[in-house]
Nanobody, 116 residues
Framework: QVQLVESGGGLVQAGGSLRLSCAAS????????MGWYRQAPGNQRGRGLV?????????NYGDSVKDRFTISSDNAKSTVYLQMNNLQSEDTGTYYC????????WGQGTQVTVSS
């Protein structure tokens, strides 16, 4: 089992920045990757990839956030960070932390609201 605790969401004006954190704990320490997914308000298609990072440091980003968001990790703390710069209204949504071992785990979500 893996438990994920997210923090750092909030309300910010367009052009501003936020930093999300996600700390993993639990009995399953064989985490292969961690990442962030976003569900926009009213989006029936579910969660889309924002960014992910493997245990080896390989990163992957959604097209809409490249060059604005940076994902990083502190393996010693089992924590992943998402630095979000130049936030836009379309970044508004609930951000979910994800961790993958032999199965996928999800956090409760943290709300990010960008006002224009």
């Amino acid at each position: 089992q893996v438990q994920l605790v997210e923090s750092g969401g909030g309300l910010v004006q367009a052009g501003g920045s936020l930093r999300l954190s996600c700390a993993a704990s639990g009995s399953d320490t064989s985490i292969n990757s961690m990442g962030w997914y976003r569900q926009a308000p009213g989006n029936q298609r579910g969660r889309g990839l924002v960014a992910s990072i493997t245990s080896g440091g390989y990163t992957n980003y959604g097209d809409s956030v490249k060059d604005r968001f940076t994902i990083s990790s502190d393996n010693a703390k089992s924590t992943v960070y998402l630095q979000m710069n130049n936030l836009q209204s379309e970044d508004t949504g609930t951000y979910y932390c994800n961790a993958c071992t032999s199965q996928a785990y999800w956090g409760q979500g943290t709300q990010v609201t960008v006002s224009s």
